[in-house]
């Protein structure tokens, strides 16, 4: 099995710290991986997110993704990848409260051309609309203004948007967070299964160590980082 | 893209709403003074042409132009007849339209001439007068006769074989109605487009008539005019003058090269203290006294256009603020700084290209609705042509300043998608 995300030796340093946030040996994470990573607020889970998708940089070779050391592209080919090839859920807000909840979906295919390849046997809209009835809306509640949905809802169109083209990695910032239990596991239990049918990487975040069991591999970032951590 | 941002947009329509329509407002007005200066200008120099000299009595080439012209102020100073007759017998005057002023109907100017106006007196492009309707003074056997000017026909629904009474004085309300005097309509003069139409004319016989000067010894002598001052030289004419003051002479010359020597003979003519000057340089002298108003005015204008572009970049800063987290969205499924950039660009491209579409609209609509009352209320003359050239780039001066100056709010949206990344605090 390749390889998904490879750290070596990865050191980041917000601008104007004295100590690196971040300084981690090594990790590797396999295709179709489901990976929880646990940490305490603070300790750098969501800036390690930002350098995997390719949104902060760091210093050659220190981060693969899908094997392209994401240093030695530039600004436009790193939006690129992570528009092909990541879905990225945040924990709150992930959706454009203007659009309804099947536009915001679509939205994943706008600036990724490779996404919109692997769907060209269906429209777009179809594949949408499959996904988020897959993930228990209503065709009803699909053409709902976003902002109408409950917490819940938008969170499952934010997995249908982060899932719709069979991206090769899933990132979840804490998209549970704002969830009750039943429908925290039920989301997760959603997001198994849509990466299951895709054979999708999963890199799940959280500070709920609770939901550990639930994951076939999990990851406590105090381990693994050797970097100043934050005083929570 | 484009999609994205009319979305965004519709999403804010309520504050949107109001930054279109600071935009149309200014566009609208600056349009607006950009047209009535440049017509005005236009009908302000078609208002008289093909005459050589305007002579009056010593005053001011400005006060001489307005009254003569334009029909406004009085004359104080007013020329004799003999004066007149000395101007026709000049060397190479060909024609020549005395006219005297001062009194009033409802308000309109009552220019007392003679058939010399309606066959001699050009305007625009050397265009002479026509008759809408009837004819001039001469066809008929009546002295208490009158032409009147396209717009004061239409406006008072005149029309010929009505009967107008003249008042003395040239304010709207009037203190001593001469009811004895009704006069009838003649002919009624086609549109010019300059003062002409708003002119009643009436005979130099007839205004001898409603001042009592034509009558000498009927008694009429109390009204304490100015004109009666110059009643000491009647002894001097042999036929008896219709007037015996006239406000100004237009004259027209068989060699206009000669103008200028003319004038000079008439401005030290001996007899009285005359004062003539050349139209077209006295219309020019006297534009570029407005022009410093219709600098100003223009000035404003553009001021009110840049408030309301300022008004733009404002609303776009105060949106920034609660649009990080859409921008943190859109920059997680992939889109790339300069697209957040872009999208703003475009965003008050549209917002701009709408309020100045609208403003444009606005302009024809006021223009197409609104031109009779403006030049019933101000004379201010504005037609709804098609948009000039340097219309046009005013327009795209707009369009352009507001795609410059979204730059500045772009640039802060694409600065702070690059450092917030996908992780903004709310
Ligand atoms: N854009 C930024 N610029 C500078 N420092 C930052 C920035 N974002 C985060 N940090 C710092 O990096 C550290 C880790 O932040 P991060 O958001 O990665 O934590 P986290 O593990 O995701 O916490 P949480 O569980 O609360 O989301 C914090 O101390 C924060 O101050
Ligand atoms: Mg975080």
Redesign the pocket.
């Known amino acids: 099995m390749s390889t998904c995300i490879e750290l070596k030796q990865l050191q980041f340093k917000?601008?104007?710290?004295q100590l690196p946030?971040l300084s981690i040996p090594e990790l590797t994470i396999a295709r179709g991986e489901r990976v929880l990573l646990r940490?305490?607020?603070?300790?750098?889970?969501?800036?390690?997110?930002?350098l995997i998708a390719g949104i902060h940089t760091t210093g050659a070779g220190q981060v693969k993704v899908l094997g392209q050391d994401l240093a030695g592209l530039n600004q436009h080919r790193r939006d690129q990848l992570r528009a092909n090839e990541i879905g990225y859920i945040f924990?709150q807000f992930n959706l454009l409260p203007y659009l309804s909840a099947r536009a915001n979906v679509t939205l994943a295919c706008q600036f990724a051309p490779a996404r919109r390849k692997r769907l060209s046997q269906q429209s777009i809209e179809q594949e949408a609309k499959q996904l988020l009835t897959r993930l228990g809306l209503t065709p009803e509640q699909q053409q709902q203004p976003s902002h109408q949905l409950s917490v819940g809802q938008q969170q499952r169109v934010a997995a249908a948007r982060a899932l719709l083209g069979s991206p090769a990695l899933i990132i979840a910032?804490?998209p549970t967070s704002a969830l009750d239990q039943a429908h925290r596991d039920n989301f997760i239990q959603l997001l198994f299964e849509a990466c299951d049918a895709q054979n999708t990487t999963l890199l799940f975040?959280t500070?709920d160590a609770t939901l550990a069991p639930l994951f076939p591999r999990a990851i406590e970032?105090s381990e693994i980082n050797q970097g100043a951590v934050?005083d929570v | 893209m484009f999609k994205l941002a009319l979305a965004s947009l519709w999403n804010r329509r309520g504050s949107v709403w109001l930054t279109v329509i600071a935009i149309a407002v200014s566009t609208l007005l600056l349009l607006g003074v950009e047209r009535i200066r440049v017509q005005t200008q236009e009908n302000f120099s078609n208002t008289i042409s093909g005459t050589d000299l305007i002579v009056g009595a010593r005053t001011g080439s400005t006060e001489l132009l307005l009254s003569s012209v334009f029909h406004i102020g009085n004359l104080s100073n007013t020329l004799s007849w003999q004066s007149y007759e000395h101007l026709q017998s000049l060397p190479g005057v060909s024609w020549h339209i005395p006219m005297a002023m001062g009194d009033s109907v409802h308000g309109y100017p009552v220019i007392a001439t003679t058939d010399a106006l309606f066959e001699n007196f050009k305007y625009g492009n050397k265009r002479p007068l026509s008759f809408a309707a009837g004819g001039a003074f001469a066809e008929q056997n009546e002295v208490t006769v009158a032409v009147l000017g396209a717009e004061v026909a239409r406006e008072r629904q005149l029309s010929v074989g009505s009967d107008l009474i003249v008042a003395h004085g040239t304010g709207e309300i009037s203190f001593s109605q001469h009811d004895a005097h009704p006069f009838q309509v003649v002919g009624v003069l086609e549109r010019t487009g300059t003062p002409i139409d708003r002119g009643v004319f009436i005979p130099l016989t007839a205004q001898g008539l409603v001042h009592g000067e034509y009558l000498p010894d009927s008694g009429a002598e109390e009204h304490s005019h100015d004109h009666e001052h110059e009643h000491e030289n009647e002894n001097v004419v042999t036929t008896e003058p219709p007037v015996y003051t006239l406000s100004a002479v237009l004259l027209g010359l068989e060699n206009p090269a000669l103008a200028l020597r003319l004038q000079r003979t008439i401005n030290t003519y001996r007899g009285e203290a005359l004062s003539a000057i050349m139209p077209g340089l006295a219309l020019q002298n006297f534009w570029r006294t407005l022009s410093l108003f219709e600098r100003a005015l223009v000035a404003i204008s553009i001021l009110v256009v840049i408030t309301g572009l300022l008004g733009m970049l404002t609303t776009l800063l105060a949106s920034l603020r609660e649009r990080r987290r859409e921008m943190a969205v859109l920059r997680s499924i992939g889109a790339g700084p300069i697209t957040i950039l872009g999208l703003l660009v475009v965003e008050a491209f549209v917002v701009t290209l709408v309020g100045v579409t609208l403003g444009t609209a606005g302009l024809y609509t006021v223009l197409l609705f609104g031109a009779e009352l403006l030049q019933q209320q101000m004379g201010i003359q504005v037609s709804a042509s098609v948009l000039t050239l340097r219309e046009i780039y005013l327009l795209l001066a707009i369009l352009v300043a507001a795609t410059l100056l979204s730059l500045f709010p772009a640039w802060r949206a694409y600065r702070n998608a690059l450092?917030?990344?996908l992780?903004v605090k709310l």
């Open positions: 917000w601008p104007g710290a946030l940490g305490a607020s603070g300790s750098g889970k969501s800036t390690l997110l930002g924990q910032d804490e975040v500070h970032l934050a | 450092a917030d990344g992780t």
